[in-house]
């Protein structure tokens, strides 16, 4: 299936979890925030949640600024 | 250690107390535009801050480098902005966002007008502001130098109200001494100078006018030797903050001698 993460369109398959997703793509989960169709997900719900067809994420993290 | 330690306990400071947070170092510093991370992390450890801005964005797939990866969260408090939102909400959902990271309850909410002043928008900062602070953040707000808008950010529980000496970025400094003197006189929340400052006399200036702390970026990030400029910023702080306490003479019109005047 397809899911947009931070605009583009990505692969991941059936059943993948917001954690796997963020695994998959090699993101430090320990320095993200996540949201879902503009929802924050919870980081203890990062496991149990399952992602559709379609869905948008936003991944953020802390970058340089003043 | 503060230059002023090495004098004695007799001319210690009390701490900065922001929220439920202590600052020793009255300087905030900003992580952004360093000619490389590891140069920001010297200048930080130079400038004796304690506390840091960063800012919220995408992650980028499969960029190995971190800002994290040279800041010590144990070491540093982390202070996330809401650089780049032009409206309440959008200031709103980036703070959440922040706070979900887990790493930071705090916020220095900024709320800008239009991208070539990048001045606050004073109503939609004020929305902000009341907010976040129902919802729980420790509001750090940026705002004009303007007295009334500062009382209100006050009023609706912000933590610390943080004025522009002037525009983002533009080392003018401390435009507007006699706005700041207002604002001091009535606050009860710590103001802190946050944007405009160029050099070290400008922080100087801020901590001399009686402000709790001094919140900068681009005077050290850009100037020619970061660290060495870091390293003036914290002195020149440290000195402002001593000549307050001190309390300075007053200016009068004309001379006054220093030697005695008669027997002679």
């Known amino acids: 299936m397809k899911v947009i993460l931070n605009g583009e369109p990505k692969e991941c398959p059936e059943g993948t979890t917001v954690e796997k997703l963020l695994d998959l793509f090699k993101i430090d989960k320990n320095r993200a925030a996540v949201e879902l169709n503009l929802q924050i997900v919870p980081r203890k719900e990062h496991a149990a949640r399952i992602l559709k067809n379609t869905d948008v994420l936003e991944v953020v993290t802390f970058v340089g600024g003043g | ?264």
């Not at chain 2, 330690?5 to 300087?27: C, I, W």
């Not at chain 2, 930080?44 to 800041?71: C, F, M, P, Q, W």
């Not at chain 2, 903050?241 to 019109?253: C, D, H, Q």
């Open chain 2, 1 to 264: 250690m503060l230059a002023a330690d090495r004098t004695g306990e007799k001319f210690q400071d009390k701490k900065l107390k922001v929220g439920k947070y202590e600052f020793t170092s009255r300087l905030f510093v900003g992580t952004g535009k360093y000619p490389s991370m590891k140069i920001m992390a010297e200048a930080l450890e130079a400038s004796g801050t304690e506390l840091v801005t960063v800012a919220v964005r995408r992650v980028k797939i499969n960029e190995s480098e971190s800002l994290l990866d040279y800041i010590d969260t144990k070491k540093y408090t982390i202070l996330p902005n809401t650089a780049g939102c032009f409206s309440a909400d959008e200031a709103i959902r980036v703070a959440r966002l922040a706070r979900e990271t887990g790493m930071s309850d705090m916020v220095k909410l900024e709320v800008l007008s239009d991208e070539k002043t990048l001045l606050p928008d004073p109503i939609e900062t004020l929305k902000a502001t009341t907010v976040l602070v129902k919802e729980g953040f420790t509001v750090l707000v940026y705002t004009s130098d303007d007295p009334v808008i500062a009382r209100k950010l006050e009023d609706a529980g912000a933590t610390c109200v943080m004025p522009a000496g002037s525009p983002i970025g533009s080392g003018q400094g401390v435009l507007n001494k006699n706005n700041i003197r207002i604002i001091l006189e009535s606050a009860k929340v710590p103001i802190i100078v946050d944007a405009g400052v160029g050099t070290a006399s400008d922080v100087a200036i801020a901590m001399e006018l009686g402000c709790e702390g001094v919140l900068l970026n681009t005077g050290i990030a850009h100037a020619k030797d970061p660290v060495r400029m870091a390293i003036a910023m914290k002195l020149a702080c440290e000195s402002g903050r001593l000549a307050y306490l001190s309390g300075r003479i007053p200016k009068r019109l004309y001379a006054r001698a220093s030697s005695p005047e008669k027997d002679f």
